[in-house]
């Protein structure tokens, strides 16, 4: 399983708060989607959630959380998974931009490690990606760090002009092509 890895950027004008960079590393191997999150920032300058047992969960973009939004080129319906670092997930369908939410079914719960240190957070997710996303991915993936103050630093690999706006097709910038193994 080959990995690509990138660096998040913050949106132009807009806070870094206490992080100092994000990164993000991803692989496709079938219908398996592994993405691995690493946010350098002192641990104690940002609000993490109690670790719990894994759970879908809603709302968890409202805290620290990462994200991974996943379509194909020739469909504009996309499917949103969060991976909290209290080990919660959700995974959402959408029929096109921001249009036709719901809890989307998945065959089985992600599987999520979290590694925290001094400077650092990790997070790894692995999830399946249903069949009917059977094309190359194009993926959109995001971090919304949440610091003591209630502020609010958004990453990702591509902003929109103006506020954040993960789901805006212009930020699905990476590619894993069809596994062709």
Request: with cysteine; hydrophobic share 40%; net charge negative.
């Amino acid at each position: 399983m080959g990995r690509t890895q990138f660096e998040l950027i913050a949106p132009a004008g807009q806070s870094r708060g206490p992080v100092e960079r994000v990164t993000v590393e991803a692989a496709r191997q079938g219908q398996s989607l592994w993405v691995r999150y690493f946010v350098e920032v002192p641990i104690e300058a940002i609000v993490l959630p109690a670790t719990e047992a894994p759970l879908r969960t809603d709302l968890l973009w409202h805290h620290t959380c990462c994200e991974a939004f996943v379509r194909t080129p020739r469909n504009e319906p996309y499917i949103e998974y969060n991976f909290s670092p209290s080990s919660r997930w959700a995974a959402y369908g959408f029929d096109s931009f921001r249009e036709g939410m719901r809890d989307f079914p998945i065959e089985r719960d992600p599987v999520i490690s979290i590694d925290f240190r001094d400077t650092s957070m990790g997070l790894e997710a692995e999830v399946l990606v249903p069949d009917v996303f059977d094309d190359d991915w194009l993926l959109q993936l995001s971090v919304i760090v949440e610091a003591i103050d209630g502020s609010k630093s958004f990453w990702a690999l591509r902003h929109k002009q103006g506020e954040p706006d993960f789901h805006h097709a212009d930020c699905f910038a990476m590619i894993l092509p069809v596994d062709q193994s």
